[in-house]
């Protein structure tokens, strides 16, 4: 299975946006799937993650603000983003699993391409 996220773009804070991640097969295997980010000179982090089954989880940083689903039959997981700020500014990744300790080790087998996202002020 092969990973595609798109949906960046330029926006305005206050915007929004959703990135979507399509996969080149079924997603209903994959136990995790999360979206990173990283900003310019800053490592890698996780944003937020959603299982089979299970709650979807968020960074602290964007909780009420992003929220994370997936879409089986359309094998995608997206991630619609609101309320946007500067700091929100990064390269975004998708990524997954098939291992549910992924999430306890964020360690995941499977990446998208980065799509860019740029918040302005």
């Known amino acids: 299975v092969q990973l595609q996220a798109s949906g960046g773009g330029l926006v305005q804070a206050g915007g929004s946006l959703r990135l979507s991640c399509a996969a080149s097969?079924?997603?209903?295997?994959?136990?995790?799937m999360a979206w990173f980010r990283q900003a310019p000179g800053k490592q890698r982090e996780r944003v937020a993650t959603?299982?089979?089954?299970?709650?979807?989880n968020y960074q602290d940083s964007v909780k009420g603000r992003f929220t994370i689903f997936r879409d089986n039959a359309k094998n995608t997981v997206y991630l619609q983003m609101s309320s946007l700020k500067p700091e929100d500014t990064a390269v975004y990744f998708c990524?997954?699993?098939?291992?549910?300790?992924?999430?306890?080790?964020?360690?995941?087998?499977?990446w998208g391409q980065g799509t860019l996202v740029t918040v302005s002020s």
């Open positions: 097969g079924s997603i209903s295997s994959l136990a995790i």
């Open positions: 959603i299982a089979t089954a299970g709650a979807p």
């Open positions: 990524a997954a699993d098939s291992r549910p300790m992924s999430y306890l080790t964020n360690t995941y087998t499977l």
